[in-house]
């Protein structure tokens, strides 16, 4: 009698010592890095999210940019016309959209995404930077991004009790993009959520720029660059106020820019947009964007 509960209290021992394994341990990650710029003569430490990709016979690694605020994944003409596991595939049938069709990679991802639009003379000819990641990697999947330790998955399900772990709200998908109501100043505005650039976390109209800077304004700047072929000019200055998703604080404040950039304003105006928000504000947190049921969310 004593032999047998000698051996329970071990094996109790032995089963309250044991690491259980955390819903975020049994997630697979896949990696992403950020780059730095000069970007209009300043520096720029995480100007834009890039991943690690290879294609279908080449174990050459290349990388694409991770962009949120487009809704296709595709590959730029000039570099990919270099490869010749991919140029033999481009098919240049409609002569105002090439494709291509093959197998990528992300990281150790398999894309989902079977056949990729080709911007046309796009890109350096000797660059690495092959294409951008866009949302239709992600339809009806669960995209999480830990800005902390630059990693993301993407998954079918999550548990149950992990998911609670977060500050969901409903978003708007219009094409596959993910449209914020986010709380500044105590108002609700709508913002499109991009990771394709930090240059300027929070781009809005400059009366709503004036209005989150106040009349006071700190840490001054001015972005004069382009935005796929745009000339945008961009002042910015300390923003005044926190960002709520929800009711949880955004851990990171940044800067707010304003443009009184006409292509800029008319993209705002026809997705009834106030601005686009970016990575910078979400460099402390963990987010969490269910594609298939419309819900974004910051981890407590």
Request: aromatic share 12%; proline share 3%; with cysteine.
């Amino acid at each position: 009698m004593k032999k047998i509960t000698f051996t329970l209290l071990i094996c109790i021992s032995i089963l309250s010592c044991k690491k259980i394994d955390s819903p975020e341990n049994q997630i697979s990650w896949q990696s992403f890095y950020f780059k730095s710029d000069i970007i209009a003569g300043k520096y720029v430490e995480k100007y834009a999210m890039f991943v690690p990709v290879t294609i279908e016979n080449d174990t050459t690694k290349f990388e694409m940019q991770f962009d949120t605020g487009a809704n296709m994944t595709e590959f730029y003409e000039n570099p990919i016309r270099q490869i010749n596991s991919i140029a033999s595939k481009i098919d240049t049938f409609n002569a105002n959209q090439y494709s291509a069709a093959l197998e990528l990679k992300i990281d150790h991802l398999n894309s989902q995404v079977k056949a990729f639009p080709i911007r046309k003379n796009w890109g350096g000819k000797k660059s690495k930077l092959i294409g951008t990641i866009g949302t239709n990697e992600f339809k009806n999947k669960i995209l999480i991004i830990n800005y902390p330790k630059q990693k993301f998955a993407v998954l079918d399900s999550i548990n149950s009790n992990y998911i609670k772990k977060f500050e969901l709200i409903d978003f708007e998908d219009t094409e596959g993009q993910t449209y914020l109501r986010l709380k500044i100043a105590n108002k609700i505005y709508n913002f499109l959520f991009d990771t394709g650039t930090s240059t300027t976390p929070l781009i809005t109209n400059m009366q709503l720029y004036e209005k989150f800077t106040g009349n006071h304004k700190e840490d001054i700047d001015t972005i004069r660059a382009k935005s796929w072929g745009v000339d945008v000019i961009a002042p910015g200055a300390k923003n005044n106020y926190p960002i709520s998703v929800g009711n949880i604080k955004l851990k990171a404040n940044q800067r707010v820019y304003g443009t009184d950039s006409e292509h800029t304003l008319d993209f705002f105006k026809a997705n009834n947009l106030d601005g686009l928000i970016s990575n910078p504000y979400f460099f402390k947190d963990i987010i969490l964007i269910d594609f298939r049921n419309k819900k974004f969310g910051v981890k407590k």
